[in-house]
């Protein structure tokens, strides 16, 4: 009977672990049954992502549990027998081919040297399509066509640009603004005006381009289809496509870093590119840092709600993870016993004979650090002569971006380094330093991995940085060195098998070189050990497959999550509250029983009204409702006591302040139902960030509670106000307090801070405990109509009373909260009525894990001395079709109704008031 209405398959396990598990079996299985086909099939694709390396001999039904099997043949027999591969269009700036024009219809095709073609070339588990640009400019229609037909054999598509705008979107806005700002180059510093100036024409072809990929796209989707977008040539492409067709299934995928939001932010177009990345359903990094900085340059740029799960937009989320990106291994480890790469080998050993090989392959790229390695291995030649004529440095920089001045610059810079550095070092026999301004073929750079000693690797930033990876996979017999830029995403996944270093730094990096090449055999294989496992075991495949599935699980989560709240049947509500003996009305206060908030609280630029007011019309009803025997009503409120204290002290009913942590009947004393341990240490520091954003925004205000602060800035100017809380979200949460015992709530126009486990569902249980004591109560309840306007939070009370429980671990939990043996409140006098913070403020933190297991701390005990019910039985006898949650005007809820607005809740109270049996 809950309102959900989803267009979700009922047979899609509701828990996302649950979800992709299914998906990974399912994908280990699909790999199993194309091994069975493809060993009778001697054909073979011949496009560029067909499976040559992705089966593994222990890839076979032996290596499937049971239950994975089953799991597994279960969803396979539900799609007709066969599970067909995931079509996969992926749209990047360049095509995995370059294209070289033969004549006016023949081309060539040669392959994109850098690290996203490599990556991409993995995606063997999905029927995929690459759409791109062929890095050439095709003006006639014959050679649109003749290329269009070449590159269909390798399943790549086209996307034609023009000259201008190659000019304008990639050699400027791409390659000269977004690339040195993303890795921390900041802006073109020369001639900083005329770029400014260009800067709104390059963004317009930035625009036109992304358009361009979009429209190719469309040209070729087809439904069902997932569309993965990659790099920041892209950024505008997610929107585009959703602009067309928003059921498409669209992820994006950054393979640099994301800066911190103060370098995003230098960008005059940074909201723009961020809006368009959030159009996607899924955005992924390769670390956890740039996911990071992405979220919280989306809370401070766009003033938008970062969450644990990503970015959230009115109810739309746009989920934010990192996905490490991996190799092929294998097709490395494989190449190595090949013949042409064993003569490599065994030419380039006799080559360096008796001289250690340091070797760098880079992009010739700024972010790469060429020249501060190739000045760090001057001074290490410089400091150990001892070892000049023992070690060579190999540096292969492949020429890139050659039309972008930055980029024709450091050619000429690295070219007269290493000039000086070989005039100085060299001799009439050999040099130092060999440089290549030229890419190798992947045989020769395999035997290249294979016979270095020490790999070099100082990129100032780099997204990942394969070359580290590729290093690693052909090292298995060497086992050689790897020293690594701690600035490089890799950092992160081999640094514990690499020596880590600042590449600003050229001293340390000299001493990392010596350190390196002196490093005794153990050590040198211990840390190749731990890098080569997870060279291995984190490829380019399964990053791959582990991001379409998230991108698929996405689309689901997002159809569960924005299921339309059906409004409340009324007239149903009230026939089942007439039909029933024991009642239980659970009501908020703020926006739900009060009067709308106005302007009129602002008076000349200072609050004249701060406190919440019942609604003048519902007093009546309420008072009406409240005397009828069978009716208990609790007013369950974030508000302090005080304010509950002023508007309902005439009433019967029962009062539950700061989100059920104290509790009275209008005619008792408040009680506490805190529990002892609650830790208050955060109180001051909080306040502190209180007053700091009270003093700057006019028109804030915040509250002191017993177990909570709120920041209110309702009264503010609602744009600043937004902004304001934003900045303070992101201190609360990244901050010095962040590791307190606390929750951050973020509401319509407050900021709350509450000790951990402070929410309205987790009192509940103390709060009907006491009810049914109090009242001396016979039967149980057998009616809730539980109604609020409730932070996302709070909505634990909706699921605390649900009769239809999701799981059973929740049914377990709420049997056992409502045990009354177990519920337990304690008195306070009215003379020690304020629960002193500073008290509660010198019990100790809570560490992460304690705070866990909080939730199920005990609570102050009480003596039950007038419990009526029949041991055994229960206090609640809740029947599905008589149980009424209700938000009140939020769309996105748990509850199973709506009620839009404060008035509908006058209406319905005065209707359960005034109703009558019919007999
Ligand atoms: O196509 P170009 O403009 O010549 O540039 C080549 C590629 O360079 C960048 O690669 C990044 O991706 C790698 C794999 O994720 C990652 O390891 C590396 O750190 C990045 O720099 C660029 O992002 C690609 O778009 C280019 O194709
Ligand atoms: O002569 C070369 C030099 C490099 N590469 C490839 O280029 C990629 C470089 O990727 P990385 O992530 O290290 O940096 P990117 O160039 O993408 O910034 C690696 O896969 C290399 O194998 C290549 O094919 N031939």
């Known amino acids: 009977m809950s309102g959900s209405k989803c267009n979700v398959d009922p047979a899609t396990p509701k828990s996302r672990t649950e979800r992709l598990m299914k998906e990974r079996n399912l994908r280990k299985l699909n790999r199993v049954f194309n091994l069975n086909e493809k060993a009778g099939d001697s054909l073979r694709d011949a496009d560029l992502f067909s499976n040559d390396s992705a089966l593994t001999e222990t890839e076979n039904f032996a290596s499937l549990n049971e239950e994975e099997l089953s799991e597994g043949i279960d969803g396979y027999e539900r ?18 081919v370059s294209a070289v024009r033969q004549g006016k219809d023949s081309w060539q095709l040669e392959i994109s040297v850098g690290g996203l073609v490599s990556a991409l070339l993995g995606l063997k588990e999905f029927d995929a399509r690459w759409i791109g640009w062929a890095g050439v400019n095709v003006p006639d229609e014959i050679g649109q066509e003749a290329l269009t037909k070449a590159l269909a054999e390798k399943k790549c598509i086209p996307v034609f640009l023009d000259e201008d705008t190659v000019h304008q979107y990639y050699n400027g806005y791409c390659n000269n603004i977004i690339w040195p700002l993303f890795h921390y180059l900041g802006l073109p ?18 625009k036109k381009a992304n358009q361009m990929f979009a429209d190719v796209v469309h040209e070729h989707y087809e439904d069902g289809d997932v569309v993965w977008c990659h790099d920041y040539h892209l950024m505008f492409l997610p929107r585009c496509l959703k602009e067309k067709n928003s059921n498409i299934k669209v992820g994006w995928f950054l393979h640099t870093p994301f800066p911190s939001s103060e370098i995003h932010r230098m960008l005059p177009s940074r909201r723009d590119l961020l809006e368009s990345v959030l159009a996607a359903d899924l955005v992924g990094f390769h670390t956890y840092d740039y996911a990071r900085h992405f979220v919280s340059a989306c809370t401070r740029i766009l003033g938008l709600e970062g969450t644990p799960e990503g970015v959230e937009n009115q109810g739309k989320l746009t989920r934010v993870a990192a996905f490490p990106i991996g190799i092929d291994s294998d ?23 008796g001289r250690k090989v340091m070797l760098g392959v880079d992009r010739l790229d700024m972010i790469k650090g060429i020249p501060q390695k190739i000045l760090a291995f001057e001074e290490f030649l410089e400091e150990n002569p001892e070892w000049r004529d023992k070690v060579v440095l190999l540096q292969i920089a492949v020429p890139t971006r050659t039309d972008v001045p930055e980029y024709q610059k450091l050619s000429s810079q690295v070219h007269e ?3 000086r550095i070989n005039g100085r070092f060299g001799t009439l026999t050999a040099v130092p330093i060999h440089h290549l301004d030229r890419s190798l073929d992947f045989h020769a750079l395999c035997a290249l991995y294979a016979v270095t000693d020490v790999a070099l690797i100082t990129s100032l930033r780099d997204g990942m940085n394969l070359v580290s990876y ?29 020596l880590l270093v600042n590449p600003w730094n050229i001293a340390e990096v000299a001493a990392s070189i010596s350190q390196a090449l002196n490093m005794p055999a153990d050590e040198r294989e211990k840390m190749h050990q731990h890098n080569f496992m997870h060279v291995t075991t984190h490829t380019s495949q399964e990053w791959a497959a582990t991001f379409v599935s998230e991108l698929n699980d996405t689309i689901i989560e997002a159809q569960l999550r924005t299921r339309q709240v059906p409004f409340l049947p009324v007239k149903v509500a009230v026939e ?60 369950l409120s974030g508000s302090d006591r005080a304010v509950l204290d002023d508007n309902f002290r005439e009433y019967n009913l029962w009062l539950a302040a700061e989100n059920g942590m104290f509790l009275r ?67 609360l949460w990244t901050g010095p307090i962040s590791n307190a015992a606390v929750d951050v709530v973020q509401g319509d126009r407050s ?68 045990d009354p043996a177990r519920t337990s409140i304690s008195m306070i006098p009215d003379s020690t009525n304020q629960v002193k913070a500073h008290q509660l403020r010198k019990q100790r933190s809570l560490s992460t894990l304690e705070r866990s297991n909080y939730r199920s701390a005990a609570w102050r005990p009480i003596v039950h001395d007038r419990m009526s019910l029949p041991e055994g039985s229960s206090v609640l006898d809740l029947k599905a079709e008589n149980f009424f949650s209700c938000t009140v005007s939020r769309k996105q809820s748990d509850a199973r109704y709506l009620l839009q607005s404060s008035d509908n809740v006058g209406t319905l109270i005065k209707e359960l008031a005034e109703s009558k049996s019919p007999n």
Not at 79 to 96: F, G, M, S
Not at 679 to 684: I, K
Not at 686 to 705: D, W
Not at 772 to 788: E, F, H, Q, T, W
Request: proline share 3%; hydrophobic share 35%; with cysteine.
């Open 751 to 818: 900021v709350e801070v509450r000790s951990v486990g402070v929410t309205k569902g987790a009192a509940i249980d103390r709060i009907l405990g006491e009810i049914v004591r109090n009242k001396g109560m016979k039967s149980p309840i057998d009616y809730v109509l539980c109604a609020g306007h409730f932070l996302s939070k709070d909505e634990d009370v909706y699921t605390f009373f649900e009769p239809e429980l999701p799981c059973e671990s929740l049914a377990l939990a709420r049997t056992r909260s409502l």
């Open 576 to 635: 089942r509250y007439l039909q029933s003996n024991n009642r239980l009305l659970m009501l908020g206060f703020n926006a739900t029983l009060t009067e709308p908030a106005s302007t009129q609280g602002v008076r000349g630029g200072h609050i004249r009204e701060l406190q919440s007011r019942l609604h003048l019309e519902i007093k009546e009803t309420l008072k009406k409702l409240c005397d009828d025997r069978r009716t208990n009503i609790v007013i």
């Open 665 to 731: 009947h209008s005619t008792g004393e408040w009680m506490t139902t805190m529990p002892e341990n609650l830790n208050m240490d955060w109180v001051d520091s909080v306040k502190h960030v209180f007053e700091y954003f009270t003093e700057r925004t006019p028109g804030s205000h915040f509250e002191l509670r017993e177990t909570s602060l709120v920041w209110k800035y309702k009264y503010a100017e609602s744009h600043f106000g937004k902004l304001q809380s934003k900045d303070m979200l992101q201190h």
């Open 470 to 498: 590729e290093f690693v996979a052909c090292q298995a017999s060497k086992k050689g060195v790897l020293i690594l830029s701690e600035f490089a995403g890799a950092a992160q996944s081999l640094g514990a098998g690499a």
């Open 79 to 96: 799609q007709d027998q066969r599970l067909p591969k995931q079509r996969l269009l992926v749209v990047a700036n360049r095509l995995p």
């Open 331 to 353: 097709r490395f480890i494989r190449a190595l016993e090949l013949p042409q790469v064993q003569d490599h080998i065994k030419e380039l050993k006799e080559r360096f004979a």
């Open 417 to 419: 380094i290493v000039g």
């Open 189 to 206: 510093q020369e001639d900083r005006l005329s770029t400014t100036r260009s800067f709104q024409s390059q963004f317009d072809a930035y």
